[in-house]
Antibody
Framework: DVQLLESGGGLVQPGESLRLSCAAS????????MTWVRQAPGKGLEWVST????????YYADSVQGRFTISRDNSKNTLYLQMNSLRAEDTAVYSC??????????????WGRGTLVTVSS | EIVLTQSPGTLSLSPGERATLSCRAS???????LAWYQQKPGQAPRLLIY???SRATGIPDRFSGSGSGTDFTLTIGRLEPEDFAVYYC??????????FGPGTKVDIK
């Protein structure tokens, strides 16, 4: 099956770190850019970060620039999001999404169900 | 950063009626790199439209997209019961990043 499966979410205190993973299956992972999108409880979608599949270019939203790092391991078909210095406003469901091309930021034709990150003391 | 505004915030309609959703960008969206998604409670978003006017695979033809520059529209020709959901527009293709609109909720009148 073609799917994305996120893991790694949980409850952390402000200032702590967390690493999310997104396991891809059923398609050629390296041929697609991959993106993290988050959705705070009851709120809309927020683009977080994108990594190209072919040239390792990365892009970040201003709200996470300098705190979050996106990476991928094409040999393991896995996307990561390292989140440092977490804040209460980072609380959200984090989903990974597949871009339709390998480079740049595109529209997303496949989404995971997401993993919940809660930042609270 | 391109900021997207969607209107109305909520659209209350009956099955069979026509829905017109608007998405306005703070600056021109290059090459009409605009997409529309549908999201139902507890589900992942579903791609409906890309490049402003192209329907994604498997999307019924009652969904159509139009517009260019800064003004875009998603039209649902005749609402089916399964179409009541939240709809988001998204701009992409910019090296400065992507962004989503705040969403329009289409609910049953």
């Amino acid at each position: 099956d073609v799917q994305l499966l996120e893991s790694g979410g949980g409850l952390v205190q402000p200032g702590e770190s967390l690493r999310l993973s997104c396991a891809a299956s059923g398609f050629t992972f390296s041929s697609h850019s991959m993106t993290w999108v988050r959705q705070a409880p009851g709120k809309g979608l927020e683009w977080v970060s994108t990594m190209s599949g072919s040239d390792d270019n990365t892009y970040y939203a201003d709200s996470v620039q300098g705190r979050f790092t996106i990476s991928r391991d094409n040999s393991k078909n896995t996307l990561y999001l390292q989140m440092n210095s977490l804040r209460a406003e980072d609380t959200a469901v984090y989903s990974c999404a597949r871009g339709v091309k390998s480079a740049g930021i595109w529209y997303f034709d496949l989404w995971g169900r997401g993993t919940l990150v809660t930042v609270s003391s | 950063e391109i900021v997207l505004t969607q209107s109305p915030g909520t659209l209350s309609l009956s099955p069979g009626e026509r829905a017109t959703l608007s998405c306005r960008a703070s600056q021109s969206v290059s090459s009409s790199y605009l997409a529309w998604y549908q999201q139902k409670p507890g589900q992942a978003p579903r791609l409906l439209i890309y490049a402003a006017t192209s329907r994604a695979t498997g999307i019924p033809d009652r969904f159509s997209g139009s517009g260019s520059g800064t003004d875009f529209t998603l039209t649902i020709g005749r609402l089916e019961p399964e179409d009541f959901a939240v709809y988001y527009c998204q701009q992409y293709g910019s090296s400065r990043g992507a962004s989503f609109g705040p969403g329009t909720k289409v609910d049953i009148k």
